[in-house]
């Protein structure tokens, strides 16, 4: 069994999105479901249909999340340091025409691409992971072959999550 490798905010993302799918989610859901049923004939009622479903999707990505759970390794880049990329650091790279971008290594349920945000199975994640800053790696990324430079590796504490998250299937 794989292990869930995730960061203390990962982990308390995938708890508020199962406790909204069992506590506010589904519950709508059924009660637009029985008040569609109420309706009548269920066989053409397409709000009835829709809502069933959407219940199924909502139990499928419940038991998703539960089954990430199980396997969670919990690590938390606060706890660590260091000069080599490990799971939780955050890497600066620099690609062969002089770019840099700055990747944070978490985990698979925490992948945020726009925010700089990698998973540690990502194919330049599994190319950087045990190196150290100035060294210089070859991965196969989805657009060929590619060659980058470790500028900087540091570990940092994780800014908390907002009060209100928005979640949606």
């Given at each position: 069994m794989v292990?869930?490798?995730?960061?203390?905010?990962?982990?308390?993302r995938l708890r508020r999105e199962i406790a909204w799918?069992?506590?506010?989610?589904?519950?709508?859901?059924?009660?637009?479901?029985q008040y569609a049923a109420?309706?009548?004939?269920?066989?053409?009622?397409?709000?009835?249909i829709y809502g069933k479903k959407r219940l199924r999707a909502i139990d499928s990505r419940r038991r998703h999340l539960i089954k990430r759970l199980e396997k969670v390794r919990l690590v938390d880049p606060a706890q660590?340091?260091?000069?080599?990329?490990?799971?939780?650091?955050?890497?600066?790279?620099?690609?062969?025409d002089g770019n840099e971008r700055t990747w944070r290594i978490y985990g698979e349920d925490e992948v945020d691409v726009e925010n700089g945000v990698i998973s540690w199975q990502s194919p330049i994640a599994k190319?950087?992971?045990?190196?150290?800053?100035?060294?210089?790696?070859?991965?196969?990324?989805?657009?060929?072959?590619?060659?980058?430079?470790?500028?900087?590796?540091?570990?940092?504490?994780?800014?908390?999550?907002?009060?209100?998250?928005?979640?949606?299937l």
């Open positions: 292990p869930n490798y995730i960061t203390p905010n990962g982990l308390e799918l069992e506590g506010e989610e589904r519950p709508r859901i059924v009660a637009e479901v109420s309706m009548g004939d269920r066989s053409e009622n397409a709000e009835y660590m340091s260091g000069e080599v990329v490990k799971f939780g650091a955050t890497v600066v790279i620099e690609d062969e190319a950087i992971m045990g190196k150290a800053e100035g060294e210089a790696v070859t991965f196969h990324a989805p657009a060929g072959k590619r060659e980058v430079e470790i500028v900087e590796v540091r570990y940092e504490p994780q800014e908390p999550l907002p009060e209100v998250m928005l979640f949606r």
